[in-house]
């Protein structure tokens, strides 16, 4: 049996033992849109992350009985087509969750205590030229005893509001913008106007593309702060930007963009404010996500082969 990698940059240089023992491994480091029919032409089985496989590409490979996107999310797979091909489609949930816990709350951190703007001052020489013994330039504020709102109620916004009620917070539920109000959940209007920190855990789709824009962020307390460990585009990043800049909300830590790498012309990309964290879409990468990620992969082609059907989604 053939597998190819698509894009083994995604895996960080990990061992790929587990892969290797199922059959003949092919890997490349990354796949440009003009060399995806070459890199798959061989291939019984590809795994993919972001690597674009759309009707047309599959439909020529012949070949092909497997597609293990090594991810959640199965956007960059055209699932009809390979329904119609009779290629099986798997993915991975839930091996982020930790990873993409914590780093929401290192954004939270940094931006309630002001670390990394400390840290910067302590490289430039500020602490040693101190008249006192520490520097209380800027706020550092608690997280216990806030109001922290999130944005999708799933595993990962379950995962959050846990670590959040350990902090102390005050811990709410938005409801889905514009339904009605179940138990257990707080209108979504409500919860961002009365929220100090509020964290997006929600998928992107049509109902939550600018979920968050202009007209949200004048609700929010101009002490509140977002963050958004989910997708670009749930937030509007234009609105966005004009909101820290004009100190409509006190600040934000955004881990993914519309369109990724970041563009040049991105307007958080281009933000100077102190009061943006932004990070290159990491939250879901610690080394122990991307081992448990390639073992549930191996898993998911070891059960394939087997006939068995493990986190198939065709």
């Known amino acids: 049996m053939n597998i190819t990698i698509l894009d083994n940059a995604t895996l960080a240089k990990t061992s790929l033992t587990c892969i290797e023992q199922l059959g ?22 590809l795994i993919t992350n972001k690597v674009v496989l759309n009707r047309k590409t599959i439909s ?39 990873s993409v816990v914590q780093h929401t709350f290192s954004l939270i951190t940094n931006l309630l205590g002001n670390t990394h703007r400390y840290q910067a001052d302590c490289q ?18 608690d997280l ?13 916004g379950q995962g959050v509001a846990k670590v959040a009620e350990a902090f102390g917070a005050n811990v709410i539920i938005a409801e889905r913008k514009g339904a009605a109000c179940r138990d257990g959940r707080t209108p979504f209007e409500e919860a961002i106007q009365i929220a100090d920190i509020i964290s997006v855990h929600c998928p992107l789709t ?10 949200e962020l004048k609700m929010m307390k101009p002490s509140c702060i977002i963050i958004n460990t989910a997708r ?28 990724e790498p970041a ?10 404010g102190n009061n943006l964290l932004l990070t290159p879409h990491i939250a879901w990468a610690s080394t122990e996500s991307i081992v448990r990620l390639i073992n549930e992969v191996s898993l998911n082609i070891a059960a394939f082969t087997k006939g068995e059907s493990r986190n198939r989604l065709v």
Request: charged fraction near 20%; include cysteine.
């Open 24 to 45: 003949k491994l092919t890997t490349y480091e990354l796949t440009s849109p003009e060399q995806v029919i070459e890199h798959c032409q061989d291939a019984d089985v």
């Open 232 to 259: 670009g585009g749930i937030i509007n990043e234009v609105d966005l930007a004009t909101a820290l800049e004009q100190n409509i909300i006190a600040g934000a830590g955004v881990d993914v963009l519309t369109k």
């Open 124 to 141: 430039q020489g500020a602490w040693q030229k101190s008249d006192m013994f520490c520097i209380l330039d800027y706020s550092f504020n």
């Open 206 to 215: 049509d109902e939550t593309r600018d979920l968050i824009a202009l007209n």
């Open 60 to 98: 020529q490979l012949k070949k092909l009985k497997l597609i293990c996107v090594s991810a959640t999310g199965t956007n960059n797979v055209d699932l009809e087509a390979a329904k119609e091909f009779s290629i099986a489609v798997t993915n991975v949930a839930g091996y982020s969750t930790p």
């Open 144 to 156: 216990q005893g806030k109001t922290f709102a999130i944005i999708g109620g799933g595993t990962l």
């Open 263 to 272: 563009e040049l012309s991105n307007p958080l990309a281009n933000y100077k």
